[in-house]
Each structure stands twice: as C-alpha cells, then as structure tokens.
C-alpha cells in the first residue's frame, strides 16, 4: 500500500512563498508519476503540476512561472515549490501518485492520495 503524507501549508500574503513537501511511504517513489492538484471551496479538483519517473514536469497555465515541483528518489519526496503566490491560489492542496507514465493531469488517473494541506494567500 501507497502512502502519502504533505505538509508545508499554511497563511502567507500575496507575493509570498511557500514549499509543499509529499513524502510517499510503502512503495519506492521512482516508479510513479506524482502530481499535485488542488481543491477550493465550492469548486473541482484541478490539476496543478505532474512530475514523470523521467523528472519531465507539467504545470497548470494557471501556476507557470511561478510554481515548481521536484522528486528526489532517494528521499522517497516530491515538492512543490510555489512563488508569488496569489489570493486565487487558495486551496488545499493534494499530492497524487500513479503508475502509469505521461501526461497524466486528470485526477481520476491517480491511485493514492494524500489527506492534503491548506495553504491561504490573503491579499
């Protein structure tokens, strides 16, 4: 069984920072595709970055330039790293693994979840 745990959420202003970490317990990370998707109040789950078992990463047009997201294998680990952080990026924020390969962004794809970690952007 895959289990994922985040953390690093919290209360930052507009134009903040902030470091998302997911740390995946049970399997080796280096077979999975990660993501990270998010979930307002009142709205879907949406896609917000991919990380392949290659390292090759896509990001939500929403977030590029501003959010990052990385794997270090060997730590079992995935962030996210989240720049100039704006109001509308408030959200909880899930991490998502699957076994499958590619361009995976629909979260109905993803076979293990994390419980999520809040993160608020006031203005």
């Known amino acids: 069984q895959v289990h994922l745990v985040e953390s690093g959420g919290g209360l930052v202003q507009a134009g903040g920072s902030l470091r998302l970490s997911c740390t995946v317990s049970?399997?080796?990370?280096?077979?999975?595709?990660m993501g990270w998707f998010r979930q307002a109040p009142g709205k879907e789950r949406e896609f917000v970055s991919i990380i392949t078992p290659g390292s090759d990463s896509y990001n939500a047009d929403s977030v590029k330039g501003r959010f990052t997201i990385s794997r270090v294998n060997a730590k079992n680990t995935v962030y996210l790293q989240m720049n100039n952080l704006k109001p509308e990026d408030t959200a909880t924020y899930y991490c998502?693994?699957?076994?499958?390969?590619?361009?995976?962004?629909?979260?109905?794809?993803?076979?293990?979840w994390g419980q999520g970690t809040q993160v608020t952007v006031s203005s």
């Open positions: 049970g399997r080796a990370l280096s077979g999975y595709t």
């Open positions: 998502a693994a699957t076994p499958r390969y590619g361009r995976i962004f629909h979260p109905a794809l993803y076979d293990y």
